[in-house]
């Protein structure tokens, strides 16, 4: 029986690649550890290694074919066993016993997390058109926004770079800078073809030092200019915390107004998966506690396009908290040449009447989902968008708590003094009296993030805690 | 007023691009033999030298020649040889562990076993690395089981770190491997604290500072070296130059003005630049800073010049930024290559020995790997347990996490 070959996975977050290039054809020898194709992704183009040997017998998705999800077969092997292509290599598999498991059972549990990725883009998607639609109605408690006309399918990463291109062409005192954006066009391919567009001037690849380069680019701002400071992670912007906060936040005032800091910092924040304590923080609560400093975080791509071009603009400093998990996910954005979103209005994407659910980043897609099975069990779910962190839309959440009567804050930052916290005060002081239970956050363990799945997945929020945390506002 | 001309930014380049025919004419290489060995209470400003030269002991034959000679035997060679071999066909296995998804994340060596390999030699029982994610070798030369390095990088319920850890950042205060940050430098100042601690409180052990060439750019680095040259803390401070941080090649770093090496003539701090991929060289210049640290002479700041011939990591595709043939273009070659040349000219090898071997080895690296599976990987298998998620937070677990804790009912 043959062994098939199938789609690897070259990180945690990828759901399907390009098979670019097949190197070996139907009737080659193959040997493990011999590269056999190419795939790319849009982080990067990888080489296949065999992990069995045998005769490659069928070539079952052609070179070029774009979209091949992980773990679907792409090829069969003649490997004389019936070995899975996931155990190790033969020949020195015959020495140990088999592996019990069956293939399907192993490659099921691996392209898991693959597919918990879509369904979220799916339901947020879903989600969000009925939003949108809804909101048109005039259901929503706030006024709809703008109607920016056509709209295209775009990623979250197609977003932020087209948001940042645009800036740039129009505006030629803007410039990017960080560790590996200008050759590498990014570590999550952000900033792709701004290099060639643009030059080594104005897309720079800095030595490794977040509080060198941004106290560079801080620098740079005061003196005129508009940087855009990209970090690998915002874990690394912790490094760079005194220049942006003792020093982009505070000089206007200190100067007596003489010196403006208009600058973004930029880069993916919270948690991906599989990168544990030091690389899965959300930075929210920290930023947002600093006068001085405005915060966004784009849930979807027009929320990404038109935040980021807002931010650029901003005479202020303004900090662009992303998701690495979103940059792939595709959502509806307006083709307007002239799109922008204002810095401190929040959007609700899904109206409802029994219960207010708000969220940021990431979350929104959590919140859309738990509003979707909540209304199979009759619950209403008002889900807002924060968009912006600070400035916060508290009139939308007001004006939504005093129809709902019922409060629930959705974040993957820690639970103590977290935007959860803050969402609830300004509640209590703006809408107590309407309030018909105590709020409830749900945001993640109290613990630094672990590194293994199963403890990742607990250390997060999870739907089943969201709507657990709905029912308990509204005594069901 | 005198006329002015317009100011322009220095960005700099690599020699060539993918697609270009490698090219290393910006590495001066002399002959192995040719630089001289100083006393180890040299003071710093007489072998200034040594930071612009390279240090080399293995000659093309294969042969060990100069002063840096550190007249090895055969049997202390095979160690060596042992070691690379056995930390080549790990990172091997795991590259592939990877490939096949039983583990999200894998940070090869290869092409750099000799350094933390050599390295390990100089070390005693006590003394302390604060390794980066490249230092491997630092365990495997000392017989660390791999089956315990493999249960962290599977993230298995044998995990000694209990799933919390990015795979490859090991930590095994018992090996004198410092729990490894996933954040560049940090602990580059923090060796210097460890040595500074050591000699306040009248001990005898030393310790070891690893960063990577792109990571001296870090305050951390400079930081260190600055705590360095004040107290004289028993700290070997090294920086790998492997030429490329993940994309950017070395000049990114400032290695077009000044090497490394140079770094700490501006601190006083005596510094040597060493062939990475000379088994011999590695030895006898850390045994050097070693016994300068023993005697209380304070710092010492090495630069390893070696080759990442390998990715960055497994989501790095090197092909991207840098010519294919590069690695092999490598004008200081293999280092396992070179040891093994070396035991063969010392008459105690020969190429059916060293084939024996390696398969050996690899048997020995897939049975490690068989059993760790056993204990779980990523996706398959037992897992770590979810209660111990809470703990260890704090010291002891305070209330709020325990009711957390039976929230979740793990």
Known sequence: ?476 | MAERIPLSLHVPEPAVRPGGRPDFQYLSIPQAGAVRRPPVDVPAHEIHDLAYSIIRVLNREGEAVGPWDPGLDAEAVKAGLRAMLKTRAFDARMMMAQRQGKTSFYMPSTGEEAVACGFQTALEKGDMNFPTYRQQGLLIAQDWPLVDMMCQVFSNERDRLMGRQLPVLYSAKEAGFFSVSGNLTTQFVQAVGWAMASAISGDTRIAAAWVGEGSTAESDFHAALVFASVYRPPVILNVVNNQWAISAFQGIAGGESATFAARAHGYGIPSLRVDGNDFLAVHAASSWAAERARRNLGATLIEWVTYRAGAHSTSDDPSRYRPKEESDAWPLGDPIERLKNHLIALGAWSEERHTQLRAEIEDEVLAAAREAEGYGTLHDGPKPSSAAMFEGVYKEMPRHLREQRQELGV
């Open chain 1, 1 to 476: 029986m043959g062994v098939q070959i199938l789609m690897p996975a070259l990180s945690p977050t990828m759901t399907e690649g390009k098979l670019s290039r097949w190197l070996k054809k139907e009737g080659d020898e193959v040997k493990s550890g011999d590269v056999i194709a190419e795939i790319e992704t849009d982080k990067a183009t990888m080489e296949v290694e065999a992990v069995d040997e045998g005769k490659l017998t069928k070539i079952l998705v052609p070179e070029g074919t774009e979209g091949v999800s992980v773990n679907s077969p792409i090829a069969e092997l003649d490997g004389g066993g019936d070995t899975p292509s996931q155990g190790a290599a033969p020949g020195q598999d015959t020495a140990a016993p088999q592996q019990p498991a069956p293939p399907a059972a192993a490659s099921h549990k691996v392209g898991e997390v693959a597919k918990q990725a879509e369904d979220h883009a799916a339901v947020a998607e879903r989600g969000a058109q009925r939003g949108e639609g809804a909101a048109k109605a005039g259901e929503a408690a706030a006024a709809p926004e703008k109607d920016w006309g056509p709209t295209k399918p775009i990623t979250v990463r197609e977003a932020l770079r087209d948001a940042m291109a645009l800036e740039m062409r129009r505006d030629k005192d803007v410039f990017l800078m960080g560790e590996e954006v200008a050759q590498y066009q990014g570590a999550y391919k952000i900033s792709q073809g701004l290099l060639d567009e643009f030059g080594p001037r104005r897309v720079i690849d800095t030595p490794i030092t977040e509080h060198g380069f941004t106290g560079m680019a801080v620098g740079a701002a005061m003196t005129g200019l508009r940087p855009i400071v990209e970090y690998m992670t915002f874990n690394f912007s912790m490094q760079a915390i005194d220049q942006i906060i003792n020093s982009a936040a505070k000089t206007l005032y200190m100067s007596g107004g003489q010196l403006g800091c208009p600058i973004v910092f930029r880069g993916p924040n919270g948690a991906a998966a599989r990168v544990a304590a030091q690389h899965s923080q959300c930075y929210a609560s920290w930023y947002a506690h600093v006068p001085g400093l405005k915060v966004v975080a784009p849930w979807s791509s027009a929320d990404a396009k038109g935040l980021l071009r807002a931010a650029i603009r901003d005479p202020n400093p303004v900090i662009v908290l992303e998701n690495e998990i979103l940059y792939g996910h595709t959502f509806e954005c307006p083709t307007a040449d002239d799109f922008i979103l204002p810095i401190g209005k929040a959007k609700i994407e899904r109206p409802g009447k029994d219960v207010t659910i708000v969220a940021y980043s990431i979350a929104v897609t959590w919140a859309m989902q738990a509003a979707e099975a909540l209304a199979k069990e009759g619950i209403e779910a008002e889900v807002i968008n924060l968009r912006s962190i600070r400035p916060l839309d508290s009139e939308t959440i007001a004006a939504s708590v005093k129809k709902t009567n019922r409060l629930v804050t959705v974040e993957e930052g820690w639970p103590y003094a977290n935007i959860g916290t803050e969402v609830a005060m300004q509640v209590i002081e703006a809408a107590f009296d309407w309030l018909d239970a105590p709020p409830v956050r749900v945001c993640g363990k109290d613990v630094p993030m672990p590194y293994a799945a199963n403890l990742e997945k607990l250390a997060l929020p999870t739907q089943p805690e969201i709507i657990e945390a709905v029912k308990r506002v509204t005594y069901k």
